[in-house]
């Protein structure tokens, strides 16, 4: 049984920062691509950004500039930094990760997902 579990979502004013987590647990042998997703009222999940085992990151362009996604591989937890968030960037945040399990099962997982919401 594996799970992903999310924190740090919540309110804060346009301009402010925001730091979310997601630790995964259970039983994992690895863990290879990690990523953050939203999904606001009305639209479609979005990749937000991304990261590899090895550390190289992807970011929608909408975002790049101001947040970071890392991960520590010992805690087998990913972070998303948001810096000078919008209210655009509202929306329920999910974590997304590629996990082989110690049955050397590979399936992707989602989290229960944070609500971000950026006022103006």
């Known amino acids: 049984q594996v799970q992903l579990v999310e924190s740090g979502g919540g309110l804060v004013q346009a301009g402010g920062s925001l730091r979310l987590s997601c630790a995964a647990s259970?039983?994992?042998?690895?863990?290879?691509?990690m990523a953050w997703f939203r999904q606001a009222p009305g639209e479609e999940r979005e990749l937000v950004a991304g990261?590899?085992?090895?550390?190289?990151?992807n970011y929608r362009d909408s975002v790049k500039g101001r947040f970071t996604i890392s991960r520590d591989n010992a805690k087998n937890t990913v972070y998303l930094q948001m810096n000078s968030v919008k209210p655009e960037d509202t929306a329920v945040y999910y974590c997304?990760?590629?996990?082989?399990?110690?049955?050397?099962?590979?399936?992707?997982?989602w989290g229960q997902g944070t609500q971000v919401t950026v006022s103006s």
């Open positions: 997304n990760a590629v996990i082989v399990s110690v049955s050397r099962q590979r399936n992707a997982y």
């Open positions: 259970g039983s994992i042998f690895s863990i290879s691509a």
């Open positions: 990261i590899t085992s090895g550390g190289n990151t």
